[in-house]
Structures are given as C-alpha cells and as structure tokens.
C-alpha cells in the first residue's frame, strides 16, 4: 500500500513563491499517477495539479495553469508542486494522493485511492 507524506507548507506573502513536496513509501510511484489536491476552509476539495509518473503527463487547474509546476523525481519517490506568483486565492490545506495509472484519468478526488496528511499554505496579501 502506498503511503504518502507531504510537506514544505508555510506561510508567505502574495507574490511569493514555495515548494511542497509529497514523498511516498511502499510501493514505487512508477505505475501511479499522482494528484495535488487543495481544500480551503469551508470549500470542497478541489483538483491542482497531477502527473502520470510512466509518462510524465502534467494535468493542471486552470486556476493555477501557468504558475504552478507539478514534477518528479524517480530516484526520491517524490513529486513537487511549484507554486509562484502564489495570492490569498491559493491559500488552503494542499493534499497529495495517488491512483494506479491505468485508470482512466478524472480529476474528481473521489477516484484517488491514497492520500496523504495535508500541508497548509497559507498566503498573506
């Protein structure tokens, strides 16, 4: 079973940018395709960003398209999401989690399988 730990969260000013990180243990990443996920207080969890780890597809939200960057690194078992000209808007608990990459792709976080403890981000204007 695969296990997934985010961190690299923080608090920072509008226009900043930061890093998180979601490395998994268990099973490597290579048959996964690994989802961002954010949820801000009293909203629904909504989808970021995502990467198909056998053929590195980036999906993104439209929202962050353009400013935020998903990557992987195979040696780590890690992805990164990137986040620059980051605004109040971006300000949420940030979740990575993980579903078998043959499955057809849907950005809805009722198809991920595993998920890891969040991160906060929090962006002052």
């Known amino acids: 079973q695969v296990q997934l730990v985010e961190s690299g969260g923080g608090s920072v000013q509008a226009g900043d940018s930061l890093r998180v990180s979601c490395t998994a243990s268990?099973?490597?990443?290579?048959?996964?395709?690994v989802g961002w996920f954010r949820q801000a207080p009293g909203l629904e969890r909504e989808f970021v960003a995502a990467i198909s780890w056998s053929t590195g597809t980036e999906y993104y939200a439209d929202s962050v398209k353009g400013r935020f960057t998903i990557s992987r690194d195979n040696a780590k078992n890690t992805v990164y999401l990137q986040m620059n000209s980051l605004n109040s808007e971006d300000t949420a608990v940030y979740y990575c989690?993980?579903?078998?990459?043959?499955?057809?792709?849907?950005?809805?976080?009722?198809?991920?399988?595993?998920w890891g403890q969040g991160t906060q981000v929090t962006v002052s204007s």
């Open positions: 989690a993980g579903v078998p990459d043959f499955r057809a792709y849907d950005h809805n976080p009722g198809t991920y399988d595993y």
């Open positions: 268990g099973p490597a990443l290579t048959r996964y395709r």
